[in-house]
């Protein structure tokens, strides 16, 4: 299809590609193999510098006045320990050759809890920024929207008040051509997901054990290390991971397979 100086970036570029995809493969294959295999799967048997992998039931730190510490959820949510939240925006073809549901922003909002299991507690915190192989939540309430505002509608109240306290951009103008179906979604609509983890919850915790101030072990992301929240337990979390990789591994073996065939 490409030849001559064309043809030699467009596969230098491809072998790139590969190569991060094949790297990305690798790198959730280890994170999948320390949940299958960790240092500690009990709490009570966790240790400073343990990597764990922990199911448990989710429990509020008492506060100060022995009431539970927690936070308050966005989008008329209740109290609960940890809440994730993201935006979507449908973008419609005029703004470019992609269309479809984009991120437009996400957060959370989160106080220290506990992990109970029959062997102990431990807490869990989250301070670092969500991101691939890093911090991450798989909680299945960030896949089915909790809001949905068309673009022509007036922002309820609550949606302004949320947008404007997480600095969430504004919407991109609705495109003045009709949508190309009429049930289909609008330039700038937005769709709100909010995911939260509340006491008595059972929850899946991946990281690594670090010693607190207070002398007890915690898992926490605060040094860099990566954390995994996720609410469809360790089967559900290592057989996601799975996928990932193989997926991703394919895509990268067919990237390189397109970059090595001229030599081949």
């Not at 991101?131 to 007036?154: H, I, N, Q």
């Amino acid at each position: 299809m490409y030849s001559g100086p064309v043809g030699v970036v467009v596969h230098l570029v491809a072998g790139l590609f590969g190569v991060g995809f094949l790297w990305h493969a690798a790198s959730v294959a280890r994170q999948r193999r320390a949940m299958t295999d960790p240092d500690a799967e009990r709490i009570g048997d966790v240790t400073d510098g343990d990597a764990v992998a922990l199911d448990g039931t989710v429990q509020a730190k008492a506060n100060e006045s022995g009431g539970a510490e927690t936070v308050t959820a966005p989008l008329g949510g209740g109290e609960c320990v940890f809440a994730a939240w993201r935006v979507e925006e449908f973008i419609g073809h005029e703004l470019g050759e992609h269309s479809g549901w984009t991120e437009q922003a996400s957060g959370y909002v989160t106080t220290p809890f506990e992990l109970t299991d029959a062997s102990g507690e431990i807490t869990v915190e989250v301070v670092g920024e969500r991101e691939v192989l890093g911090t991450e939540f798989d909680l299945a309430d960030l896949d089915s929207p909790r809001k949905s505002v068309p673009v022509e509608a007036d922002l309820p109240p609550e949606i302004q008040q949320f947008e404007t306290a997480h600095d969430v951009p504004e919407r991109t103008p609705a495109d003045p051509a009709p949508p190309s179906s009429e049930s289909g979604p609008t330039q700038g609509d937005r769709r709100y997901y909010v995911g939260t983890i509340e006491t008595g919850d059972s929850l899946f915790v991946a990281g690594t054990a670090t010693r607190s101030d207070r002398g007890s072990c915690a898992v926490s992301d605060e040094t860099g290390e990566s954390l995994l929240l996720s609410d469809s337990g360790r089967e559900g979390a290592t057989g996601e991971r799975a996928g990932r990789a193989a997926v991703t591994g394919l895509v990268g073996v067919v990237l390189l397979w397109y970059t090595l065939q001229p030599a081949l």
